[in-house]
């Protein structure tokens, strides 16, 4: 019987073996999670794929049906390492680093298992931890409790304010030094303007007793605090304005990371001590209270031996201890991992190229597109301006004439529309020297141009708007709402020029912290103006001039009027006087005040 003929050229018996074939792992088939069975392998196999689990997957060239003895076996394929059942042996996947803070190494990750994507610690596990965290906390704390009178502006508000100043910088201090940092590149300088506004803010306190011009300039000095620990920052002059106070309930993790460091240092001794005073404590609030109870004898003796507590008070001590506290452990956890720092003037990019705000994705507007409502904004304001000239020269015959109404009437009647016109157009302002295309020197000219223009116009309208509410006080009176919105309008005017000057380089970076300090210096202005006094002053002034008085509205004033009444004949100045004496109450050292302290005289 003839034989089939081979598949294979030039095979049959006495044909050697072809050559042997390798087996690489791309020619190898897809193997589910069973293991492969087989002919047992040799010792030098067997450590090839303990080496192939590892990692480094190879094979083994075998010749076929050829084994290592010489004997015809058919063509096994080397061995696979496979996972058990339900694992999952992921390759390392690189971690890239976290955002962490300054002086923190990069996120090791956490083995060969680790997932996408990568758990990545809270920014309150990276940032360092300062020496004497926990002491200038307590220090705070305490200095405020003490010190501040919740009720009323006094001196114990600066002595809080320079407490938690001091116990600030005498840590970061320490830390720098420690760690050999350099002050210079964060702004010292800048930092000492910023806290030395905050303490002037607070020092009003210690001479005027308006309460709402005390509580204007508080919140001032949590600003400029704020802006003194946190360096011009990636996320703007609105963020680094309410840093500290976030950072106050941000930075708690923070905070209990250092009592559990602290903890850990003391030992196992010192931690059962404090429990066991714990323990001792709640026993005895249960048990004394029980014992007086039962025996009239023992109750005496109990409440001679214990204070009288006030529980509101003790209520008001904690919560000014917690909240100077926290807002110094906040400003301490700013100062060691500051937030990133803007890269240059104007920019709201990181030195790093890092744009966490997206600016930089941002389609820019040509000349032509922001052009057209920047212009039809400079030629009504150009018309409106016109009118202005007329009226200013015109006078009160001219406004009967046109408009119908009063000179004050006229006032009234458009103070509060120029003032939001004032401020809507600010923020137009700001959204085109924003995201106008400045590639070219003629788009930065023409938008020098525009914004300048419409800029000066505007301060005519801020001007009309002031000369408005001016007149419309010495017609029917000076009040403290109408001088604060007066002075409101100076500041819209302020920031107004603040942008002119910024036109020069078209560098506006600077400009929203320049007009925070102008913010702040204008506070410090009304201050010395002392205003509850301008306005009883004026008040007087339009009396003697035959008009009518409030005396009730002066009635309502606080000390800081007091002087101007003496002009005021004696039934009404004893009327006045009287009234606003008799809401001063007794002054500690904590809330001594200099008006306070010259009214009772």
Same mark, same amino acid.
């Given at each position: 019987m003839p034989e089939k003929p081979s598949d294979t050229p030039n095979s049959g018996p006495g044909t050697p073996a072809p050559p042997p074939v390798p087996v690489t792992p791309a020619d190898l088939p897809l193997v589910p999670e069973v293991p492969v069975s087989g002919e047992p392998t040799t010792e030098e196999r067997a450590k090839e794929a303990s080496s192939a689990a590892s990692g480094a997957l190879s094979a083994m060239a075998v010749p076929a049906g050829t084994a290592e003895d010489g004997s015809s076996n058919p063509p096994t394929l080397p061995e696979i390492p496979v996972a058990a059942p339900g694992a999952w042996a992921a390759p390392p996947v690189p971690v890239a680093d976290p955002p962490h803070a300054r002086g923190v190494?990069? @996120? *090791?990750?956490?083995?060969?298992?680790?997932v996408w994507p990568p758990r990545v610690?809270?920014?309150? !596990?990276? *940032?360092? /931890?300062?020496a004497g965290l926990l002491a200038a906390t307590g220090l705070a704390g305490?200095? !405020? !409790?003490?010190? /501040?009178? /919740?009720?009323?502006?006094?001196?114990?508000? @600066?002595?809080?304010?320079?407490?938690?100043?001091? !116990? *600030?910088?005498? /840590?970061? =201090?320490?830390? =720098?030094r420690a760690s050999r940092a350099d002050d210079e590149h964060l702004g010292g300088r800048e930092r000492i303007w910023w806290a030395g506004v905050a303490l002037a803010l607070l020092g009003v306190g210690v001479v005027r007793d308006a309460p709402w011009l005390f509580g204007l300039c508080l919140a001032g000095a949590v600003v400029a605090g704020s802006l003194a620990v946190v360096r011009p920052s990636v996320y703007g002059v609105g963020c680094d304005a309410v840093a500290v106070p976030f950072a106050a309930v941000t930075s708690l993790p923070w905070v209990y990371r250092a009592v559990e460091g602290r903890r850990a240092r003391g030992g196992v001794g010192s931690q059962r001590v404090w429990w066991s005073v714990a323990v001792a404590a709640g026993l005895l609030v249960i048990v004394v209270p029980l014992l007086a109870g039962a025996d009239a004898v023992f109750a005496g003796v109990v409440d001679g031996v214990l204070p009288r507590v006030n529980v509101p008070a003790v209520l008001r001590w904690g919560v000014v201890f917690a909240v100077a506290g926290m807002g110094t452990a906040g400003a301490l956890y700013l100062l060691a991992g500051p937030l990133p720092a803007a890269g240059s003037a104007g920019s709201q990019t990181t030195g790093d190229g890092v744009d966490p705000l997206g600016w930089m994705g941002i389609r820019r507007f040509s000349p032509l597109e922001w052009g057209i409502p920047v212009g039809a904004l400079t030629v009504v304001f150009a018309a409106f301006v016109a009118t202005q000239v007329a009226v200013l020269f015109g006078g009160d015959g001219y406004v009967q004439r046109t408009a119908g109404l009063t000179y004050a009437e006229y006032a009234r009647s458009g103070f509060w529309q120029l003032s939001i016109v004032s401020m809507l157009t600010l923020a137009v302002i700001g959204a085109v020297l924003r995201f106008a295309r400045q590639e070219s020197g003629i788009e930065r000219r023409w938008l020098r141009g525009a914004v300048a223009a419409v800029s000066v116009l505007s301060l005519v309208i801020v001007a009309s708007a002031l000369h408005r509410m001016w007149t419309y006080q010495q017609a029917y009176g000076f009040t403290v709402m109408r001088l604060l919105v007066e002075v409101f309008e100076g500041w819209i005017a302020l920031v107004y020029l603040l942008i002119l000057v910024s036109l020069v380089r078209l560098r506006r970076g600077w400009v929203p912290r320049a007009a925070v300090g102008a913010a702040a210096a204008t506070l410090l202005g009304l201050a010395v103006l002392n205003p509850e006094g301008f306005v009883a002053e004026r008040n007087i002034d339009r009396w003697q001039a035959g008009k009518s008085l409030d005396a009730e509205y002066l009635s309502r004033l606080s000390a800081d009027a007091l002087p101007a009444t003496h002009r005021l004949p004696g039934g009404e100045r004893a009327a006045v006087s009287e009234a606003i004496r008799a809401r001063l109450g007794e002054d500690s050292w904590q809330g001594w005040n200099y008006s306070r302290a010259v009214a009772g005289r």
């Open positions: 190494g990069p @996120l *090791v990750p956490d083995g060969p298992n680790h610690p809270p920014r309150s !596990a990276l *940032v360092p /931890v300062p305490v200095a !405020a !409790a003490v010190c /501040v009178p /919740v009720d009323r502006p006094g001196l114990g508000w @600066l002595l809080a304010g320079l407490t938690v100043t001091g !116990a *600030v910088y005498a /840590v970061d =201090r320490a830390a =720098r």
